[in-house]
């Protein structure tokens, strides 16, 4: 796989447990496929780990940046690999890697993105990139997080939501606080009721930790969705 050195253009707090990571990539001419991720470590670190790309090829190519979202661990930092993580360290990129991308174009009318957590960094790409390509098609999604101030990229959402472009279904898991006035509880089968309007003609594309897209695959598929319309991407968690 291609490796480039490139530096740490910006790092911003995007939600209280995670961090939007923009990686400079102007000088290096970095392509890749809405969806895909690359391995990222400190320079001269010999550990590289994984994260989805959270930015579309095109605005890559507008702004010079790739974009990652990041986890914060339980000491508030990054991770070992990538040492003190501040504006300016250089950081070994690898890849990009991955095949949870969009298949070539097919006739079908509605596309069901489906996050959990930090998930939605490769749809909030391939999100993009539609609206910017097909923007024939009637796009949704479904994004679980575990508390109402949780959802990265969320005023970026309701814009797309609010322009008409984008349906957007939000739920919380622990979050009891009256703040909070949508809908609560794990991705379930009255979520997907409430979102997936014609089964048979809707690409799903899931991200998130194991369990949720286990269980979105198999309530998509007893809801009508043809197995080879749902594609997906997980981790342990």
Excluded: N
């Excluded at 070992?80 to 990129?93: E, I, K, M, P, Y």
């Excluded at 890849?95 to 996050?115: D, E, I, N, Q």
């Excluded at 009256?178 to 809707?202: K, M, N, Q, Y």
Aim: glycine share 10%; charged share 20%.
């Amino acid at each position: 796989m291609p490796l480039v050195t490139v530096p740490l253009a910006q790092i911003s707090a995007i939600t209280p447990r995670s961090r939007l990571v923009r990686i400079g990539v102007q000088d290096v001419g970095f392509e890749f496929q809405p969806g895909q991720a690359v391995f990222v470590g400190e320079h001269g670190q010999p550990e590289k780990r994984p994260y989805s790309i959270a930015c579309s090829p095109e605005q890559t190519a507008e702004t010079g940046l790739l974009d990652l979202l990041i986890a914060i661990e339980r000491g508030g930092g990054l991770g070992a690999h990538l040492g003190s993580a501040v504006t300016g360290t250089l950081v070994d990129v690898e890849g990009p890697v991955g095949s949870f991308t969009l298949p070539p174009p097919k006739p079908h009318s509605r596309v069901l993105l489906v996050a959990g957590g930090t998930g939605i960094a490769p749809l909030r790409s391939m999100l993009d990139h539609m609206l910017r390509r097909q923007s024939v098609l009637k796009i949704s999604l479904l994004y679980s997080a575990r508390r109402g101030d949780e959802f990265a990229f969320i005023d970026e959402l309701r814009e797309h939501a609010g322009a008409g472009r984008l349906e957007l279904h939000q739920t919380v898991t622990r979050d009891s606080s009256a703040a909070w006035s949508g809908r609560r509880g794990r991705i379930g089968r009255s979520h997907f009721e409430a979102v997936l309007h014609e089964p048979a003609d809707t690409l799903c594309l899931v991200c998130g930790p194991d369990p949720l897209v286990a269980e979105s695959v198999s309530t998509l598929k007893a809801l009508g969705v043809p197995e080879p319309r749902i594609r997906t991407e997980h981790w342990a968690g």
